[in-house]
Nanobody, 126 residues
């Protein structure tokens, strides 16, 4: 069974940093496209960062370029989202997702992915 669990959220001040973790089970993370998404209250889901395995590229939403990065620990089957220079508008529930297909990062961030886990809340105070 494919399972994803995000953790590491919390309260941080503007300009601060936070690292989220996404632990996967039921599949090998480095075999499947992976993405981080977020949803703020009353807003549409936003694809923050999505990795394509077909070409190895990473798509970043404009809102997080230069501030958010992704890394992977294949031994732990875990992917991380490093968030720096956080802003109040980054406040949202963040969750990780995965997909069986082999598409582009932009596609996944725009249209979502097949499997998603429970999210973790990030609150950035002004």
């Amino acid at each position: 069974e494919v399972q994803l669990q995000a953790s590491g959220g919390g309260l941080v001040q503007t300009g601060g940093s936070l690292r989220l973790s996404c632990a996967a089970s039921g599949f090998a993370l480095d075999d499947w496209p992976i993405g981080w998404f977020r949803q703020a209250p009353g807003k549409e889901r936003e694809g923050v960062l999505c990795i394509s395995r077909s070409d190895g590229s990473t798509y970043y939403a404009d809102s997080v370029k230069g501030r958010f990065t992704i890394s992977e620990d294949n031994a732990k089957n875990t992917v991380y989202l490093q968030m720096n220079n956080l802003k109040p508008e980054d406040t949202a529930v963040y969750y990780c997702a995965a997909d069986r297909s082999q598409g582009s990062g932009r596609h996944y961030c725009n249209y979502g992915m097949d499997y998603r886990g429970k999210g973790t809340l990030v609150t950035v105070s002004s």
